[in-house]
Nanobody, 114 residues
């Protein structure tokens, strides 16, 4: 079955960096575009970043453009989200998702606070 396991979250101070990982299994990872979403308290889940299957084409939400970088390692079935210059408004639970599949992992909490 499809499994998505996010990790790497935690408490960070404003301006710091963090890298999230998502280990995928149960499907042909290299054939799917992958994405990161986030959901802040009281808000709807929003798309943060997307990377195509071959890894060459990426898209970002305006709110994270220039600060976050999505990447993938198809040999490890893993997608990453490098987050730099973190702000308090980045506080959320972060999820990864394969484009076209309606499966979600448990998410990983990122809290940006001094």
């Amino acid at each position: 079955q499809v499994q998505l396991v996010e990790s790497g979250g935690g408490l960070v101070q404003p301006g710091e960096s963090r890298r999230l990982s998502c280990a995928a299994s149960g499907f042909t990872f290299s054939s799917y575009a992958m994405s990161w979403y986030r959901q802040a308290p009281g808000k709807e889940r929003e798309l943060v970043a997307l990377i195509r299957s071959a890894g060459g084409n990426t898209k970002y939400a305006d709110s994270v453009k220039g600060r976050f970088t999505i990447s993938r390692d198809n040999a490890k079935n893993t997608v990453y989200l490098q987050m730099n210059s973190l702000k308090s408004e980045d506080t959320a639970v972060y999820y990864c998702k394969a484009l076209g599949m309606n499966y979600w992992g448990q998410g990983t909490q990122v809290t940006v606070s001094s």
